[in-house]
């Protein structure tokens, strides 16, 4: 009788498990298709270094949450410029992104928005010293499909110390 009893509890974890993964993956909405198609451009031409061409993805009005301890979030200018300063300061830029997800609001329901985690890796266009950083970034989107805002999560102030300083062997 145990022998029953546990062929069928066997048998029942086996037919739910083959039931959880036949179930499709959930659709995701067209806004966030839309932004994250979005988000992988305003990347793309990061990359490039083709800071003119980003301005028609930003909103005019983008708060940006920079990652470096102590920062207050910035408006359009100072988003811009900080932009061009990793610009500047960095060569062979890359951004190896592990996964795009999609976002939510308050209560836990997709509104459009796009997250990715990755790991960014550049070159000190000064001194030659390489980087990699992992990194969290979420976006939000207006009605016009624009960056809104944009929060970074990545160790800003230890990726500049290790950029500066020459590596010990």
């Known amino acids: 009788m145990k022998k029953i009893i546990l062929l069928m509890g066997v048998f029942v974890i086996i037919i739910s498990c083959n039931q959880a993964v036949d179930k499709p993956l959930p659709a995701y909405s067209e806004d966030y298709q839309k932004n994250l198609a979005t988000a992988q451009k305003f990347f793309e031409l990061f990359l490039s270094e083709d800071i003119e061409a980003q301005k028609p993805l930003i909103c005019p009005g983008v708060t940006h949450y920079p990652p470096f301890y102590g920062s207050e979030p910035g408006k359009y200018d100072a988003f811009m410029a900080a932009g061009k ?63 809104h805002e944009l929060r970074d999560y990545f160790d800003a102030s230890g990726l500049m110390a290790a950029a500066m300083n020459a590596s010990e062997e």
């Not at 609001?105 to 070159?123: E, F, H, M, P, Q």
């Not at 266009?125 to 990699?132: A, C, D, L, Q, Y």
């Not at 950083?133 to 009605?143: C, M, P, Q, R, T």
């Open 85 to 147: 300063a990793w610009m500047d300061n960095f060569d062979d830029i890359t951004y190896n992104a592990e996964v795009w997800l999609p976002g939510t609001d308050s209560l836990g329901v997709s509104n459009g928005s796009v997250r990715t985690y990755g790991v960014w890796t550049a070159k000190n266009s000064m001194n030659g010293n390489i980087i990699t950083n992992k990194a969290y970034h979420s976006f939000e989107f207006n009605g016009k499909g624009q960056i």
